[in-house]
C-alpha cells in the first residue's frame, strides 16, 4: 500500500502523476448533453426515467416533504449526530468569519466609493450517491450559502434504495436548514437545477462535487448558472517527518482514498520507521472500513 522509492520508482511514480488529468472524454460529454436535452424536453418525467435507468429506483416524487427529512434524520445514530453538530459549528465559525461586508467611502467633490455585497437568490447544492454517503458535503456547501443570506437553498442528491435518502444525509440537510430536497442525481440533477422543471426552479449558482457525467454537465451549463469548479478525483498529499502521529497520516490519507478507486492518497517521508508505522495504521483501520476495496484499489494506484 506503500512503498519506499529508488530511482527507477520514483521515475514511474512521475510519469503516473503526469497522467493524471481533469480532462473529461468525449463520449462521457455526448452522454451529458444528452441527458440535459432530454430533461429540458421533458422535465420532472425524464428525471423519474433517468433516476430508474441509472440508479433502479422507481421515484413517485421528488421532493421530500419536510415530515420526511425530519423522520429519517431522526433515525441516525446519535453519536453521529453529536460528531454531525460539532462539524456544523465549526464549519459555521469559519464562515461567520470570513463573511464579507458592504461599505461606502465618501470622498472629497460628492464622489462616493464603496462595495454592495449582495447574496444570489437561489443555490443548487450537488452531493454525490451511490458508492457512499457524503453528509460534510451537506454541510459544506449549504452552510456557506445560509451564512452568505442565500434566499433559497435547493439540495439534489441521488436516491436510496427505498426512494428517500439515508438517515445520515437526512440529519445532515436537517442541521443545515435544507427544506427544498430532491431525490435526483448524476446529469440530470444538474439540468433540472440549471434549466428548471415543472415541479423545480433553477437555480442561480450549483455546487458540490460528483463523478465525471456531474462534472461534464456543470461544465455545460456554465454561462446559464453559475458553478464552482470542475472537480476531478479526490488527492492528498501528507508530507511528515518522524514526529507525526502515524494513526493521523493514515486517518488523513484514508479520508480522500474511500471516495474512489481513481483518487489518489500519497505520503511523503524521510524516516523508515514513520513508512511503517503508517503501513500497519492503513491496514488496521482499513479493515472496518465498508468501503475497503475501493480504498485498497486507489491506494495501489501507484
Known sequence: MLTELNAGDLQALKEWLKSRTQTIGADIYGAAAGIIDQVRAQGDQALKDLTKQF???DIDTLRLTEAQ????????????????????DNILEFHEAQKQNSFLLNRPNGVYLGQRVIPLDAVGIYVPG?????????????????????????MMTPPAANGLVEPNIACAARLAGITELYVTGGAQAIAAMAYGTESIAPVDKIVGPGNAFVAAAKKLVYGTVDIDMIAGPSEILVIADSGADPAFVAADLLSQAEHD?????????????????????????????????IVEASLANY
Open 130 to 154: 451511490g458508492r457512499a454517503q457524503y453528509p460534510s458535503s451537506v454541510l459544506m456547501n449549504a452552510i456557506p450559502a445560509k451564512v452568505a443570506g442565500v434566499k433559497r437553498i435547493v
Open 55 to 57: 440508479d433502479k429506483v
Open 261 to 293: 478507486p481513481l483518487a489518489s492518497a500519497m505520503f511523503v517521508t524521510t524516516d523508515a520507521g514513520l513508512i511503517r508505522k503508517v503501513k500497519e495504521e492503513l491496514q488496521k483501520q482499513s479493515a472496518v472500513l465498508p468501503k475497503k476495496d
Open 69 to 88: 427529512i425530519d423522520e429519517l434524520a431522526a433515525q441516525a445514530d446519535p453519536a453521529f449526530v453529536k460528531a454531525l453538530k460539532g462539524a456544523r
